[in-house]
């Protein structure tokens, strides 16, 4: 069809330019990226090794993401890019699938080694830390935090619950078992929901040093 013919049949259906991108590559290169951060670092993960390991060519990667560095931010982005499921209003059973998926992540990012990558790399590279504050750690605490406030808000939870503080307390507990060289439990997720909602729970009483005195 001639420029003249489509500008008089706005409507006709105009050629496609190149191909359509592969959403298989684009998963192919990200989890790669991923995987060798966690497993080289940044530093020494390269594009080259993306590259190989994923079964792509230089080129492809460049045209998707023209740096290191964006290529890095954008796997980052896609590591949290499943659909969330959706409350079942169960504050227990809700904690406890949050928490799976939230050892499930780390376990794919080679324990701690992908955030103390981040965490090493703040000086040099900030974009990458805050990519992941922003993408991943900011949503997980906001659906934690969700969580929590449904149980207050349908009577499970005491009124006065510190969501803060839970929320710190059911990732922390996961940060604190790594640093201590202490393997989590297959039980992990259920044992920290069940101890922290039984400290919170409608019924349940609150020690504390201000009500003592």
């Given at each position: 069809?001639?420029r ?7 409507t ?8 359509p991108?592969?959403?298989?590559i ?19 993960m ?18 998707r ?32 699938h ?7 992540t ?5 324990g ?10 703040e ?20 659906r ?19 969501v ?9 507990s ?24 039984s400290?919170?729970?409608v ?5 504390s ?5």
């Amino acid at each position: 069809m001639s420029r003249i013919q489509q500008l008089s049949n706005p409507t006709a259906e105009r050629p496609r330019r190149g191909r359509p991108r592969s959403v298989a590559i684009d998963d192919a290169v990200l989890s790669t990226t991923l995987k060798l951060i966690a497993e080289l670092g940044y530093i020494r993960m390269t594009i080259d090794g993306v590259a190989r390991e994923a079964g792509v060519g230089k080129p492809t990667i460049y045209r998707r993401w023209p740096s290191k560095i964006e290529l890095a931010s954008a796997a980052i982005d896609y590591l949290h890019r499943i659909e969330e499921q959706p409350l079942t209003g169960d504050t227990y059973k809700d904690l406890t699938h949050e928490l799976t998926d939230v050892h499930l992540t780390y376990q794919r990012l080679n324990g701690m080694s992908f955030v103390g990558t981040l965490l090493e790399e703040e000086r040099h590279h900030p974009q990458l830390i805050r990519t992941w504050r922003a993408r991943v750690a900011s949503k997980r605490r906001r659906r934690l935090a969700q969580i929590f406030e449904q149980g207050i808000a349908n009577g499970e939870l005491r009124a006065d619950t510190d969501v803060v503080s839970a929320v710190h307390m059911a990732i922390g507990s996961m940060y604190a078992a790594y640093i201590a060289g202490e393997p989590l439990s297959p039980k992990w997720p259920d044992d920290v929901v069940e101890m922290i909602i039984s400290a919170v729970a409608v019924g349940s009483r609150r020690n504390s040093t201000k009500a003592a005195v």
